[in-house]
């Protein structure tokens, strides 16, 4: 697995990534965009396809103007976590703490900071993030509501269920084999 620095200096031309999305597009036909290599660059097409929006996921220079919809720059540290996450395999999760240490900076509370502000979700796939204690966790800025029919937290536990990762009833992740790290 390339280290972080490695992944962001694959962005040294300007741009971005657009991905259309139609419902004949197919994977093969999409995966042709430039998208910096990573194990799970088909399910991010196929999950950009199933949102039937268009992800615009900027790169190099491109990202100095970039802004949310709420007008805010995106730092260089959720950056990082976006370029991290982004290479966490489909059916794998990860840690808030392993994402800070794999970063060489920050905190896990500064990754989950930036995940829950993830505008590019799910090219993204934040959902794919745990708490160290292998609690399925936050999302968007809800915590361990992942009992409650409708909440985030049950949202994101469904996402994982349908990528192969299976949690307890009461939150807690069941099988580790699911546990990716950057140092495989």
């Avoid at 620095?5 to 971005?16: E, K, M, Q, V």
């Avoid at 790169?59 to 990082?80: E, N």
């Avoid at 299976?166 to 580790?176: C, E, M, Q, S």
């Amino acid at each position: 697995m390339p280290a972080i620095r490695d992944i962001a200096s694959s962005y040294a031309f300007g741009g971005s990534i657009k991905i259309p999305l139609d419902k004949k597009t197919t994977t093969k036909r999409a995966a042709a965009v430039t998208v910096p290599a990573a194990d799970n660059e088909d399910l991010i097409v196929d999950l950009a396809l199933q949102s039937r929006e268009t992800v615009y996921y900027p790169v190099g220079s491109s990202r100095l103007t970039f802004r949310t919809k709420d007008g805010k720059a995106i730092t260089a540290h959720q950056w990082a976590v976006y370029d991290f996450a982004r290479t966490i395999p489909c059916g794998r999760v990860t840690t808030y703490r392993d994402l800070c240490a794999a970063l060489g900076e920050g905190s896990p509370r500064s990754v989950g900071s930036a995940l829950r502000r993830n505008p590019f979700a799910p090219f993204v796939p934040c959902h794919r993030v745990i708490a160290s204690n292998m609690f399925i966790g936050g999302f968007v800025g809800e915590w361990g509501t992942h009992r409650t029919e409708g909440s985030q937290c049950e949202r994101k536990r469904k996402m994982l269920v349908q990528e192969g990762v299976a949690f307890t009833d009461d939150g807690y992740l069941i099988d580790k084999k699911n546990l990716w790290s950057s140092m495989q």
